[in-house]
């Protein structure tokens, strides 16, 4: 029997549409590779035996009987996920930042495995970029493997194995497709009731399934039960998105928290939230005393019958006070409200979840967009993911990674989503907008890295 989709991957895929692709992007930058860009996909097409996923697509179940299942795709074509770019001279950070923008706006073909990997040359320096793209449908789990983790290695002198002679397995027909749903009937009543309610579109029990699945756990003030408060960032997502990204060294961050307290994570959330008060200024827009941005912001968890530790993500929501003009009031309010989130005993350690894949950030991305889906876009205005990464360097196909840039998808009808990853003594933001809403995204990445030097010249 094929394995099914889980009703919450299913249901991803039922509300996604192309306003609002849930797809995760990736954007990592190497060094100059020897043997160029027919180097890294042939390292590509070597790792994926380590992802099975990756050579797999979604089959639907005639008459939506039940939820789709995942078949290996006879007609799998590495060269159609793996593509070849570059950008124009020279090759300057804005040019790919455009090509990134470009292909995050485009929706991945279901027909196929969800997944696209962009090789980019003609960066200045010779440096090459590979951009990612990977369906969350994909990734159930710190128990999942990204693409992007069976790329890097620790050493440069990594080998790299053959490809390997992959057979796909033969694809349920029509028939096998109905027996199999009958079984899963008697197996499970309650899928009859789940599987029909998809199939009328039912999207208000949808995304009641998907919030019940996700395990969001809110914990937050008692006004979070109310609407989030209404601003430029949310209204209607178009099809097109904008990327810009910002960067602050690990260590400046480090000295904020030793003269203020707090962690690193409520450093961040308050750096984003000054930068945030400082670009709703500059748009002319009202910030009062009161004034506040709801940020869901995802972590990971571990239950108490859970084997494996950060094996779900729990959402809690965050008013970042934009209207508190010191900063260090910011952080300590900051600092308050996250209290809850690691003395709850339910949060892992950053070096745990290092440990348990490696390099993490891509899972974890992931699992902060599907439990970010799982609930109301009315109860928050933006999506903040910040993972920790490994503070060693990693290389890909012998070459060294400067830099990674998370793209977090947009959730409908909210224009912005930051991701954040910490990665050899750097933190690196990728903020990912709605093209027309919020076009001047670049601004506001420029105050990220500004409210990061304000803060370090004042402790300093």
């Not at 027919?38 to 035996?49: F, K």
């Not at 939820?67 to 770019?85: E, I, K, L």
């Not at 900051?334 to 950053?350: D, N, P």
Request: hydrophobic share 45%; aromatic share 4%.
């Amino acid at each position: 029997m094929a394995e099914r989709l889980s009703t919450l991957d299913a249901s991803f895929l039922y509300l996604e549409d192309a306003g609002a692709p849930m797809h995760l992007s990736g954007v990592l930058v190497l060094e100059p590779v020897e043997g160029g860009l027919d180097a890294l996909a042939a390292l590509v097409e070597a790792r994926l035996p380590l992802v099975p996923r990756y050579r797999q697509r979604i089959v639907p179940v005639p008459g939506h009987l039940a939820n789709p299942v995942w078949a290996d795709d006879p007609d799998f074509d590495v060269a159609y996920h793996v593509r070849r770019s570059a950008v124009p001279r020279p090759g300057t950070e804005t040019q790919l930042l455009d090509l990134v923008s470009r292909v995050t706006s485009r929706p991945l073909d279901r027909s196929r495995p969800l997944w696209e990997v962009y090789l980019v040359e003609g960066l200045a320096g010779g440096r090459v970029a590979v951009v990612t793209k990977t369906h969350p449908a994909l990734v159930d789990g710190l128990g999942t493997v990204d693409i992007a983790q069976v790329l890097l290695e620790s050493s440069p002198d990594a080998a790299v194995p053959p490809a390997d002679p992959w057979a796909p397995h033969r694809v349920p027909g029509r028939a096998e497709l109905i027996a199999d749903a009958l079984v899963d009937y008697v197996q499970r009543p309650t899928a009859v009731l789940e599987t029909a309610r998809a199939a009328v579109g039912d999207l208000r029990s949808t995304v009641s399934r998907v919030r019940g699945v996700a395990g969001g756990l809110v914990r937050a003030a008692g006004s979070a039960v109310l609407p989030a408060p209404h601003g430029p960032l949310n209204r209607t997502v178009g099809t097109q998105r904008r990327v810009a990204v910002a960067r602050a060294d690990l260590e400046d961050l480090k000295a904020i928290r030793k003269a203020h307290g707090g962690t690193i994570n409520d450093v961040l959330l308050t750096v984003l939230t000054g930068a945030l008060r400082d670009w709703l200024l500059s748009r002319g827009e009202p910030v009062l005393g009161s004034t506040a941005v709801r940020a869901l912001v995802p972590v990971s968890v571990q239950g108490e019958e859970q084997e494996a530790p950060g094996s779900s993500v729990a959402a809690y929501l965050v008013d970042l006070p934009v209207g508190e003009p010191n900063p260090w009031v910011r952080l300590a309010r900051l600092s308050y409200a996250m209290r809850g989130v690691t003395g709850s005993g339910r949060s892992v350690r950053a070096d745990t979840l290092i440990a348990l894949t490696g390099f993490a950030p891509p899972t974890l991305h992931a699992l902060g967009a599907r439990a970010a889906r799982g609930l109301s876009r009315r109860l928050f205005n933006l999506v903040v993911t910040n993972v920790p990464g490994p503070q060693v360097p990693l290389y890909a196909a012998g070459s060294r990674m400067l830099e990674v840039f998370p793209v977090v998808p947009l959730v409908g009808g909210q224009g912005l989503a930051v991701g954040m990853t910490s990665y050899d003594g750097r933190v690196y933001v990728g903020l990912n907008a709605d093209r027309d809403g919020v076009g001047d995204v670049d601004v506001l990445a420029d105050m990220v890295e500004q409210e990061v030097g304000a803060l370090v010249e004042s402790v300093r």
